[in-house]
């Protein structure tokens, strides 16, 4: 079983900056694609940034410039540096990985349990 555990989130003022982390853990062998998800209420989940084992991200447009998402691959880790938070940034951030598995070829998607982040105004 991958167990995937979050951790940074909180409450901070519009203008500040919250840095989120998550570990994978458990009977990995691998894992491609990781990123961040984000669910505001009320709304769909969106996917805020990605990035490949080789270090290409992607960024949903309204963060492009303020968030950073890097990656640890002995560490199984995933990172992100939110900085210039605005109001609308508030929501439960969830991280996702595809994880290969000892003797499998294909991978599995695995979420966390999510934290949360506030950014008042």
């Known amino acids: 079983q991958v167990q995937l555990v979050e951790s940074g989130g909180g409450l901070v003022q519009a203008g500040g900056s919250l840095r989120l982390s998550c570990a994978a853990s458990?009977?990995?062998?691998?894992?491609?694609?990781m990123g961040w998800y984000r669910q505001a209420p009320g709304k769909q989940r969106e996917l805020v940034a990605g990035?490949?084992?080789?270090?290409?991200?992607n960024y949903a447009d309204s963060v492009k410039g303020r968030f950073t998402v890097s990656r640890d691959n002995a560490k199984n880790t995933v990172s992100l540096q939110m900085n210039s938070l605005k109001p609308e940034d508030t929501a439960v951030y969830y991280c996702?990985?595809?994880?290969?598995?000892?003797?499998?070829?294909?991978?599995?998607?695995?979420w966390g349990q999510g934290t949360q982040v506030t950014v008042s105004s």
């Open positions: 996702n990985a595809d994880v290969r598995v000892p003797g499998r070829w294909h991978t599995y998607n695995y």
């Open positions: 458990g009977s990995i062998s691998s894992i491609n694609n």
């Open positions: 990035i490949t084992s080789g270090g290409s991200t």
